[in-house]
């Protein structure tokens, strides 16, 4: 299971990619998988961010989402933003053409 995340880092959240169409989401306090960053539940600390990881593995066993991994958040604000390019790019669609993808909304 892939991890992306800094040892040093405060605040987690966890995506997957759904199986539906292969989309990234994120998993919410509320249990559920979102489309939308700024949904997704902000973990602060180790132990929080494996309680996240686990509970994400329901979405696995349910074969809702494949998967999951814990990647660093900017929580502060209590809205999960992606520190890493990476999560940046998964967050806002492809790079190519920004008609394309969440950035388009």
Do not use: C
């Not at 998993?27 to 994400?56: F, H, Y």
């Not at 660093?72 to 053409?97: C, H, N, Y």
């Amino acid at each position: 299971m892939a991890q992306h995340i800094n040892k040093k880092a405060r605040f987690h959240s966890v995506t997957a990619n759904r199986l539906l169409d292969g989309e990234p989401v994120y998993l919410t306090a509320a249990n559920v998988w979102s489309d939308v960053i700024t949904d997704a539940a902000i973990a602060d600390g180790k132990e929080e961010g494996a309680k996240l990881l686990e509970q994400a593995q329901a979405g696995v066993v349910d074969q809702i989402v494949v998967n999951p991994y814990l990647f660093d958040v900017d929580g502060e604000d209590g809205e999960a933003k992606p520190l890493s390019v990476r999560e940046q790019i998964r967050a806002a669609g492809p790079t190519v053409r920004l008609d394309l993808g969440k950035q388009a909304s």
